[in-house]
């Protein structure tokens, strides 16, 4: 073998003149791949998003031409070059066809057993009058003979009579032989016939609950079949019988089934309504479905508690499931009061009297120092805070209380939010951002129907009305948007949400120029709402919200591209392809060309 140069460069020979150490040296770098070939296997992607109109949600990077994705997580967002970069041999790539992909959306508000369990009972949502729900129900009953309490949701106040409260002898000329219990669109009135008071003991001397009221008629005394409030656990604890717990599976299964059809990813729940047991209470169940690998829907679960106190016993469930659940899919922390109702029973508590009814102003679910005090404890241990508040005078009080523990604990982002908010002070409308509070609205709560143009409207009258779902006011004062549905109050669905945050106008487009349209946003934010803006409601801002590497791989392809449609086009949308931690949990069957295959090995 010839000398190497170096040895002609003195007296100090270079180690390479070794021949037995040179050889070793050979066939180590033999042994090396060539640089660009490690570097390619090393940078490889599970999932490549490919030929995508790609917004992000993330400011420093709005949009991107395709989406890396390795495990459960994103991997890289960029151009079409950086994409292709993490094509391996085993790179699975889904080409969308320059469809718009989004990030998953998550719902801000939801009650998300009760709404799985309504999927299997009478609808009542598009019922228009008296008739029509007399003959679903009738219809109901008779295709179920085997259930022993028809139930089901989502009457309008306006389709049950002038009174605007439904009466049981409507029920008992349909089904007279078995307990009828409906739920009002809002979860905050219930509708029973004859059957269902009388199994629920209810009768002409039964006294109305702490915070509720069973509704008599004014000459007999007789209670009519109305249930306010929280009254309504009279008959759901008394008489109407427990799901079982494959019941509660198969409804959970067809609950994400669903939530993923229409690109949900996470959902924050706020307790159960009506006769439905709540999602905590439930988290055994929705261990046993990750385990079986059916957990398609990330869960953030809070605890509902109620008045008048809570006891040490509450206090120690709600840290113990803090301490026990709070990884990426099922967490909890967080606590659910509910203050005041509603503006169509003139339950929602307010400063000066109901427009149309000027004895009424609401009431308070809970003494207010008692909330106070309660509110504070939970801020010092570090619970995050959602309270249910409707009325303007509900809003400011639960404002006041949020400040006051601040103030009094020195804490700081704790993230409490305000649930509904659908009337406000204009004084009150700048505090959510000065005091970091959170705004978890649901936009379709304010869709312009009958029955927020002739109830809620008459009801709150025209100077509270002015701020009726303050999104825009509050936003601009620095506040940040939580959106969700309030499932089953409203479809689960969330893009009739998205449109009419950008319209508030029916489809049919009534009003002209649109409900209250100086509160509309724009397509950006309403996204935001869904999106970032909920993962900031949730403190998960760091790992979700956006399409961003190191975040989970969370995201949505739809059917068509949401900035180059009208506004009134955007509640039509399909959602074509679900993702959730890496994985295709939903593909739609109307769209052939999604197609996985494996990429060329990179060069």
Not at 148 to 167: D, E, M
Not at 262 to 289: C, K, P
Request: with cysteine; charged share 25%; aromatic share 8%.
């Amino acid at each position: 073998m010839r000398s190497l140069p170096f040895e002609k460069r003195g007296p100090h020979k270079s180690p390479f003149t070794n021949r037995a150490w040179w050889l070793a040296a050979v066939l180590a770098w033999l042994a090396v791949p060539p640089f660009s070939v490690a570097q390619a296997r090393a940078s490889a992607a599970d999932i490549v998003i490919v030929n995508a109109r790609v917004y992000t949600v993330n400011a420093d990077q709005p949009w991107a031409e395709g989406v890396a994705i390795r495990g459960e997580k994103i991997f890289a967002v960029g151009g079409v070059n950086d994409i292709n970069a993490h094509r391996g041999s085993a790179t699975k790539v889904i080409d969308v066809g320059g469809r718009l992909v989004l990030p998953g959306f998550t719902d801000c508000h939801n009650h998300f057993l009760d709404g799985s369990l309504s999927l299997r009972r009478v609808h009542l949502d598009e019922a228009k009058d008296l008739p029509e729900i007399q003959r679903r129900v009738k219809a109901f009953a008779d295709a179920h003979p085997d259930q022993p309490w028809v139930l089901g949701r989502g009457w309008q106040y306006t389709a049950v009579g002038p009174t605007n409260l439904p009466n049981r002898k409507s029920l008992d000329e349909v089904v007279p032989d078995r307990p009828v219990y409906l739920e009002s669109f809002d979860g905050h009135t219930w509708w029973a016939n004859t059957k269902a008071l009388q199994l629920a003991g209810i009768t002409n001397k039964t006294p109305n609950p702490a915070g509720g009221e069973f509704v008599r008629d004014a000459g007999t005394g007789e209670a009519t079949g109305a249930i306010k409030e929280d009254a309504a656990d009279a008959v759901m604890s008394n008489s109407i019988p427990r799901p079982s717990r494959q019941e509660i599976l198969d409804a959970y299964r067809a609950g994400f089934k669903e939530a993923n059809r229409v690109g949900l990813v996470r959902v924050h729940t706020t307790g159960g309504v009506g006769v439905a047991l709540s999602d905590l209470q439930n988290v055994d169940v929705l261990e046993e479905l990750r385990r079986a690998g059916d957990l398609t829907v990330r869960m953030y679960l809070a605890y509902r508690v109620m008045p008048p106190t809570i006891t040490p016993a509450q206090f120690q469930q709600i840290e113990e499931a803090r301490r026990t659940y709070h990884d990426e899919w099922i967490s909890a922390g967080a606590v659910k009061f509910f203050f005041d109702g509603v503006v169509e029973s003139h339950t929602a508590a307010m400063f000066t009297p109901y427009a149309d009814d000027p004895k009424l102003k609401g009431d308070l679910l809970w003494d207010q120092d008692t909330y106070k005090r309660m509110v504070a404890d939970l801020d010092k241990r570090g619970i995050q805070i959602f309270t249910h508040a409707i009325g303007d005078r509900a809003v400011q009080l639960t404002l006041d209380a949020y400040e006051n523990a601040a103030k009094r604990n020195g804490t700081k982002d704790r993230r409490h939010r305000i649930e509904h908010i659908e009337t406000i002070t204009a004084q009150d409308i700048p505090r959510f951002g000065k005091l970091g509070v959170i705004a978890s609205f649901q936009p379709l709560h304010s869709y312009p129907d009958d029955d927020v143009l002739l109830v809620w409207a008459r009801n709150a009258g025209p100077e509270r009305t002015q701020r009726a779902w303050a999104w825009r006011s509050v936003e601009n004062s620095g506040g940040v948007l939580g959106f969700g549905s309030d499932w089953p109050i409203v479809t689960i669905n969330p893009w009739p949400g998205v449109q009419n945050a950008l319209t508030r106008q029916t489809v049919e487009g009534n009003p002209a120029g649109g409900f209250v349209p100086q509160e509309r946003i724009s397509l950006e934010d309403a996204i935001r709402g869904y999106t970032l803006g909920a993962a900031i409601a949730g403190r998960r801002e760091k790992t979700e919200g956006s399409l961003e590497p190191g975040k989970v791989a969370d995201l949505i392809v739809v059917d068509r591209d949401l900035f180059r449609i009208e506004p009134t086009e955007i509640g039509k949308t399909e959602v074509l392809l679900t993702i959730v931690g890496g994985k295709v949990v939903y593909q739609s069957a109307n769209w052939g060309s999604i197609k996985a295959e494996p990429a060329p090995e990179a060069k």
